[in-house]
């Protein structure tokens, strides 16, 4: 039923992009905020100049409290050349937020994000008349997973339900939407139980409103294994969610772009949507810091646009302006990738895929 559901303005807007040529998604946020060298009273700001608990490093907290930094960031790519910022909601949960006891303003901060975002996409609009910037509500993975038990002695015991995933989810979406993204990405997915629980919330959304947007999702294939953490490989994570007709879906973080080019190969020839990636700045060096230059990345993202095998690039972990610049400017002017047709057929899922006639 859900799929039946009348599609927002941002739908054909977003095909047009992706069909006419290869687009461009921002880099990381995290690794801009470090360059700013803020301190726990850049956290708090005056409205939680007394709050009883730490709150140096939430960087989701700053679009209240430091709001100008955020829009800046998002200004930042724009400029550099990206199509599409992601709000800076990665943690913005109830459950994320609860490690910093401020889940009461999870709604209120969703929202201040995706203003800070869409403040940025219509400066950057303005600066060049006629382009069209867009904002996705950025929906992260959580730091309780469904699929697995964290505590090794009682493989049966989860930190979480169900209900309780979807429901922090469905705050989430409910208040991106309302403050205006033009999709959602629910990336660097690791548990695909999680994922299909933000998927389940966003058409409950979807519902509500009378009105679907676009869903882009994104895993996280952990090491040279090729799986999850959750333990699927590329193609059975994709029927895992097939159902849910994503616009697009996508490989980021974890590792760098040269590692990943056996799964996006593997995406590419699978999906029957558009594919994305947007790796890592190479793999963490000894201090935690990457050191794939704008350079290394680009020429990277540029042999997967030239095999065919992307319709969006951008940058995770390490990734800055310089990098997202150049790898739009690397990208300019290649093909991209057409959507293959997939024969219809069962195709199921467990750690592996399973094709069936």
């Not at 687009?23 to 700001?45: C, I, K, N, P, W």
Request: proline share 5%.
């Amino acid at each position: 039923m859900a799929n039946t559901l009348p599609e927002s303005s941002s739908f054909a807007e977003l095909r047009a992009l992706f069909e006419s040529r290869i687009a461009v998604l921002d880099g990381a946020m995290g690794s801009m905020v470090q360059t700013y060298g803020l301190e726990e009273r850049d956290f708090r700001g005056e409205r939680f100049k007394a709050f009883p608990h730490d709150l140096k490093g939430n960087n989701d907290l700053l679009c209240l409290t430091r709001p100008d930094i955020i829009e800046e960031i998002h200004f930042n790519y724009f400029a550099a050349g990206a199509d599409m910022v992601e709000t800076n909601t990665f943690s913005t949960t109830t459950i994320g937020q609860a490690d910093y006891h401020l889940e009461e303003i999870v709604t209120e901060l969703n929202l201040a994000a995706v203003a800070c975002a869409k403040r940025a996409a219509k400066r950057a609009e303005a600066a060049t008349p006629g382009r069209r910037c867009f904002v996705a509500g950025a929906i992260g993975p959580l730091n309780r997973t469904l699929s697995m038990s964290p505590d090794v002695n009682r493989p049966d015991y989860r930190a979480v339900s169900w209900k309780q995933v979807v429901e922090a989810y469905t705050q989430q979406i409910r208040a991106l939407i309302e403050g205006g993204v033009d999709a959602l990405l629910i990336e660097t997915i690791f548990d695909t139980l999680n994922s299909k629980a933000a998927l389940f919330a966003a058409e409950g959304v979807f519902e509500e409103i009378g009105r679907r947007l676009p869903v882009m999702i994104s895993v996280t294939i952990t090491d040279a294994s090729g799986r999850t953490l959750s333990g699927q490989t590329t193609e059975a994570f994709y029927n895992s969610i097939r159902h849910a007709k994503p616009f697009s879906v996508g490989i980021n973080c974890a590792l760098g772009g040269r590692a990943m080019r056996p799964y996006i190969e593997e995406l590419a020839r699978v999906a029957d949507c558009y594919v994305t990636c947007y790796p890592n700045a190479g793999l963490p060096n000894a201090f935690g810091g990457y050191d794939e230059t704008p350079a290394d990345m680009a020429a990277v993202l540029r042999e997967f646009a030239d095999a065919g095998l992307v319709n969006m690039v951008g940058g995770c972990c390490g990734s800055t302006p310089p990098h997202i610049g150049a790898i739009a400017k690397a990208v300019r002017g290649l093909p991209t990738r057409k959507l293959p047709e997939i024969p219809v057929a069962m195709r199921l899922s467990g750690l592996e895929p399973l094709l069936v006639g």
